[in-house]
């Protein structure tokens, strides 16, 4: 009978872990976004890419900076069929008081019980501070006029690392990136050439 149950575990742990390999289906999922909207990543199939983006809270400057970034390249990403979808740890009340860039196109989805970042396995072990973190907190400063305050949009868990999915129409994750810190968003610009790659 343990021989049984241990056989189960480790092939739930596989299962888990083939899930978020390059080339496996996207674990699906169906939540509310900030503005009560429901999404269902599988309704995305055959229609269009998906790029998961899995921040931390809403007044993380590392955070606000990534999504700046994003929305500035928002046209480029547009032309390759994208959906984008940006996972916060920050509860919807804390979002709404949030003010995005001007003609923000992308949708914001609360999950303070981090029941999406389980999910992809986006743990909170690696929000370790490292030289990357220092140097994007200089790189903030350029960001500050861009920068929007949020109420108790500092309140989350600091130790939670960004990470992001890019998933293809046929709803298999194409690539993915895992911070090692805190900080560690990777390059919009690479995130674009990879979504060029993607079928349309």
């Avoid at 269009?48 to 983006?53: A, D, I, T």
């Avoid at 955070?63 to 994208?82: G, P, S, V, W």
Wanted: charged share 25%; with cysteine.
């Amino acid at each position: 009978m343990k021989k049984a149950i241990l056989a189960t575990v480790i092939l739930m742990l596989a299962g888990s872990a083939l899930a978020l390999a390059i080339g496996a289906p996207a674990p699906d999922f169906k939540v509310t976004d900030w503005k009560g909207k429901e999404l269902k990543l599988s309704e995305n199939i055959g229609k269009q890419n998906v790029l998961l983006v899995f921040s931390r809270y809403i007044g993380c400057s590392y955070c606000q900076m990534f999504i700046i970034d994003l929305h500035n390249k928002r046209e480029e990403i547009a032309a390759t069929n994208t959906k984008v979808l940006i996972v916060n740890l920050s509860p919807k009340e804390t979002l709404d008081k949030y003010e995005p860039p001007k003609d923000f196109s992308f949708d914001l989805i609360p999950d303070p019980e981090r029941k999406l970042y389980e999910l992809y396995g986006v743990k909170m072990d690696q929000g370790q501070v490292t030289g990357n973190v220092f140097w994007q907190s200089l790189r903030f400063l350029t960001y500050l006029g861009r920068y929007e305050y949020v109420d108790k949009g500092l309140e989350g868990a600091h130790a939670q690392p960004p990470a992001v999915f890019v998933i293809g129409k046929d709803g298999k994750i194409k690539n993915e990136h895992i911070g090692k810190d805190m900080a560690d968003n990777p390059k919009v610009d690479m995130i674009v050439a990879e979504l060029k790659k993607l079928p349309k």
